[in-house]
């Protein structure tokens, strides 16, 4: 097939483009000769306006069938062209790409008013009957006239070009909307966002909710003692997340794009939190002796004392050489911890299955799925909480082994730290200075292993506690984000989110036409886009990096997950 | 034998006839930044020579300074020794606890007293019964806890260790301290010597016995060599060499009593080694040296006459 190559200049207009929302969008054409081998490229501001047949051809309209989607609301695009214009000279076109919104297509009709595209040329010299057909129903479509549109508007227009539509779309996206009153739903929801945000925002004493992190704290630090209660816990967390959500449904100005995802979201939260909620309120029994059973035995005091009491044995795990004085001190301190902790949980033991029926009810008032996750991340927290302080404990003993065995090992040598200097240098003692150094460096490494095999295991448990409760996050946040609407819309609609456009040649009985074909993102890339978030969820959730992490247990340094917090929502028009 | 001095910079020894002796200096640099420290006057360096080398290296000389390296093994020894006495129960941890109580007295009051024959600072004599305090309080305190360091550990590991902190107690021993300062110029060497008994320590079975026990090591390894050091007197020949005899013949005594009769003769096998076989060894080398690169150099310098 070859196009016939002039150097006339025209203006290609295309019509009928399926189900492209966007008000307008910016189209690069490439060009490429291939008998000159020349290529060029040139951009094109593409231009939507509503499609508004008149009365009379509205049956017409509904002939057209398959041509290319859908009727009254379909849009045609037309292209403007772009200073400077761009010409190729001889030889066939080989191929065309163009890179856009779209899809595009000529219609016969349209190709027939082509006389010529930059570059490129198309039959009939001449108007044939088709031609004469389409352009009746461009005039009816309002294309041929120009009253609607203002010449400062399309300057091209002079030349007695397209004619641009004159009327939006009622489906155009509410951005473009003028500000409308609110709603009196809308008002009830904002109210309802507003209480929920200042309940989760209230601000409560550090040492209440992270007594570790507030004895952690330097004197740098300590302007800061509050924390919000959304900061503290995930389910507070997630209800600030909800008021959130509350508000951008009523806000008059969201996007629809935005506005439908976070509807989907809720809507899919709450639906998944039904059913959860009805196995919780009717099994609440069953659901608890389980859990107790699986997670809470590993917990439990007789297992963990069996933990403790492995490292007391005269067996020497792992080879460690321990103390036997030192030993006993360590072990019978956590032993205490552990059956401290054990008999105030205890307690609360006979309320488990009342608490998950009211967590079951919560989640089927709105709290969704979400809300389970949360409570459950919640709950990982408050059960480790002896693992969580004992595992300081030893990471600070840890710290402090490796620090003293540093400075007695620079007693031993007769060196010493200048802190200003920032170097070791020669240190003066005494005899008294070196009796005392070398009896604290003996202590020290000698007793390194006792210490080293408590802190080992704490550090497994505490890792453990970090997984779970990572995975958990986790799982809220991809639920939050889960693309509910982008998928619905594109199940009903596979056009819905276009991502480039082919513009090929095709042959047709008058001559070479030029044929664009869309490119659509699909439900697998959609998911697949989705999926490829744990990761950077991952990366958010752990505060260290690989090498950061061995560096951490290594050093006794504490390791912790980022604190709970949600998407929150941008200006973009999806999330994804 | 011929002679030659060199000028400035190292003369090439190798060109020369083997039996020449060559007496190596460098000037001293014009500014201050090129003096070294080893910088030698040309014009004195052979009067140097002839004046200091020779009284310190007479062979008489040399084995009186082999001296102070037995001293040292054989309190390394009598420290070992004191400790099978513990572990044998031969000796009660009171009673060496009054011993040692009584040496400490003793050491103090001599040490105020050539102290005083010098200069007197009250402030000084108290500081050093607090730091004499300090340390029995500290032994007090910490030996429970010392004697319980290396029960997980085995006898072989334990006295191995013990082994390598004597070796480098004595290698970096310094065995010409500076007598003017009342403190180790070598900490290196000292602390590997505490080292060695507090492992020691480790092994005995009740806390007294190990506080008894590391007191004489304090006095063995600290106390004694800072006195012998401090006091002009114990460097004199026939003084050193009573003393060395003396802690020779407790030595074997002791050696012989917790009945190590091996240990006893590698002690004094070594002891002949260090003291009669090495420096006459290195006298004779002082006699063949051919280049002698300074005044501190160790060599047998003949008379010779001033340019």
New interface residues.
Partial sequence: MSGHITKRKTTLALVRAEDARLPSARVRVVLLARESKTCREVELEVRRRQLRPRRATRSRRGEEGNEGGEGAGSGFYVIKDQEPRVVLEGGDVELVLVQGPGPWRLTPGARAHILGVDGLCYCPKRESQAAKEARAELAAYGLATSSDVSSQDDPLLEKGLVALFGRQDKDAPACNAQSKDPSRLSKVLDTIGRTLISCASVQIPMVLCKPFAFLRMTKVDAKAPRLRCCDASAVVSLIEHRGQQMRLLAAPGASMARYGQTAACLVFDMLLGVIVGVCLTLREREIGDFLFDSVGYQFQSGVMRKRVLWVLSQHAPLGFKLNEGLDEVLGNTVLFAIESWHVFTAQLAPFGPQLLFTIGVLSLLGGGLSMVLAFACDAASFVTLHIQFLYNFFARLHRFQLAGMSTFWKVMRGKKRNVLRGRVDTGDYATGDLLFGSMAFLVFGFLFQTTLAYYVMFVGLWLLTVVVHGLLLIAIKMLQCAPIYAVGQTVVRPTRYPRGVVLDLCQEPWGAALELRGLYIGVGEILGAWMSLIGPFGEWARRHDTSGFAAAIRGGHQISLAQADFPRYQDDATTL | MSRSHGTEGEQAASNGDPEEVQYLFREPGRRDDEREDNAVDPRVFLKRMRIENPPARALATLFVDTLVVHRQIALVLLDFLVFLLHKDERVTAKGMFGIELHFFAMFYVLLICVVALVARSRSKDARRVE?GA??ML?LAT?SP??R??????SSDTVYTLVSLCGVVHLYLYDYQPDVDAL??N???S??AG??MS??LASRLETSEAVASFLLCS?LLL?LVP?GTARASFARHGVIAVLMNVSLFLAVQYGLHLVERSGLAVAYSVVTFMVCVVCPFLLWILQTRKHVVRGPWDVAKVDQVELD
Wanted: aromatic letters at 14%; one cysteine or more; charged letters at 5%.
């Fill in positions: 730091q300090l340390c500290l910490f806890l010392l319980t360091l290396t029960e997980a550990y403190r180790f070598s900490a290196v000292l602390n505490f080292l507090l492992l304090i600290a800072m």
